[in-house]
């Protein structure tokens, strides 16, 4: 073997900082057990207090609760006074920690860490044997994605809708929309809620999903939402007036197919509004991007193993614009606008025209 020099600083830089990680991934389960607990809530309202006196407002066990404070401090997110024996969380931290927090509360997004975890043995399976992870291993997951949708769809749909001139209206007078691949349906459901006058539908092959957004829609007395089990690849022929592909396109088995049916089933004049990742395919080009090798992770346990799982094309979370366009134009969509909404940095929405 030949020798080679090493660069021992750099070597000892590298270390600690996969250390750091490490110790961050750590942290991030107990950040998790903060949001399941509610404890991150219940600090943010009580004065500095001990840790009896928080168990009790959480209605949690003082020993579990003493010991995720004693991590909590270490990892510098709760604060203590020793002589006091009292515990509190800085404002400045319970505006990323609770559910006031909305869209930016992280720890949310830490509690994603865990579900994803649990696949681990199916992914690691199917690096040495190939195929993938089947969309039904991935109920506690699709829940997660679910709650990040609602809060995010809570924000983000009315813009993406008025991206497009007059859509709005055309909803307001009713029109014929499909949520392709719609998860627990949110995206659906706030639309059949804001606009009685169109009727909505959505598709989706994870019957847990459709189940929850048929719930959804009978919690809202919904009349004009339908929700059934079905592969987006398998679509009426101009039946829609408005299709949304909302985070789902690189999760198909067949994405080209469903592209081109998704373009067949619009009437003519038809959209497609569709959101997808703000990655590039190359990986060098996603370097720096805060979340990349997030979005990396997620794309391993779920987009990419879900979509191989039904010896599909496997495109991944990061298939980028630079592949997107031109799957549009193959799928027969002529006029192709891409917008950055602001306030989501993360993703690019497609708002793709089927011909007149
Ligand atoms: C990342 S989730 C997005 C769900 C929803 N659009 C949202 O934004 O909340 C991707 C969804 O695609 C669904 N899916 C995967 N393959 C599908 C297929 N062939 N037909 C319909 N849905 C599919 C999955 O079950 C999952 O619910």
Redesign the pocket.
């Known amino acids: 073997m030949a020798v080679v020099d090493v660069d021992a600083t750099g070597a000892e830089e590298f270390a600690g900082r996969m250390l750091g990680t490490v110790n961050g991934a750590m942290l991030a389960l107990g950040i998790s057990l903060g949001h399941r607990t509610s404890l991150y809530d219940v600090l943010a309202e009580l004065e500095p207090a001990t840790s009896e006196r928080i168990a009790e407002h959480a209605g949690l066990q003082e020993r579990y609760v003493r010991e995720w404070l004693a991590g909590q401090l270490a990892g510098g997110i709760i604060e203590h006074d020793p002589q006091a024996g009292t515990w509190w969380l800085p404002r400045e931290h319970a505006l990323s920690l609770t559910r006031t927090a909305g869209p930016n509360n992280i720890a949310f997004m830490a509690s994603a860490v865990s579900p994803f975890a649990e696949l681990e043995d199916d992914v690691l399976a199917a690096f040495r044997d190939g195929g993938g992870v089947p969309?039904s291993r991935m109920e506690r997951l699709?829940a997660w994605?679910?709650e990040l949708?609602y809060g995010y769809y809570h924000y983000a749909l009315d813009a993406a809708l008025g991206l497009v001139e007059r859509l709005p209206d055309r909803l307001r007078a009713g029109i014929d929309v499909l949520?392709?691949?719609?998860?627990?349906g949110?995206?659906a459901l706030r639309i059949a809620d804001a606009y009685p006058a169109s009727r909505v539908v959505g598709?989706?092959?994870?019957s847990a999903?459709i189940a929850a957004a048929r719930a959804g829609a009978e919690a809202l007395g919904l009349r004009n939402a339908r929700f059934e089990v079905r592969?987006?690849?398998d679509l009426e022929r101009e039946a829609y007036d408005l299709v949304l592909g909302?985070?789902?396109v690189h999760?198909?088995?067949r994405p080209y197919e469903?592209l081109r049916a998704i373009h067949g089933s619009l009437r003519p004049g038809g959209l497609l509004l569709m959101a997808e990742h703000a990655l590039s395919h190359r990986p060098e080009e996603n370097v720096g991007h805060p979340l990349a090798a997030t979005f990396y992770t997620v794309s391993l346990f779920h987009c990419m193993a879900?979509s191989l799982s039904d010896d599909g094309e496997g495109l991944g979370i990061a298939w980028g614009e630079e592949r997107i366009r031109p799957a549009l134009a193959e799928a027969g969509f002529g006029a192709v606008g891409s917008h950055v909404l602001e306030g989501d940095p993360f993703n690019i929405y497609y708002a793709a025209q089927r011909d007149r």
Request: net charge negative; glycine share 10%; with cysteine.
């Open positions: 969309w699709q994605q679910s949708s949520d392709a691949g719609c998860g627990h949110h995206a598709y989706d092959v994870a999903a592969d987006a690849a909302l985070d789902v999760d198909l088995a469903t879900g």
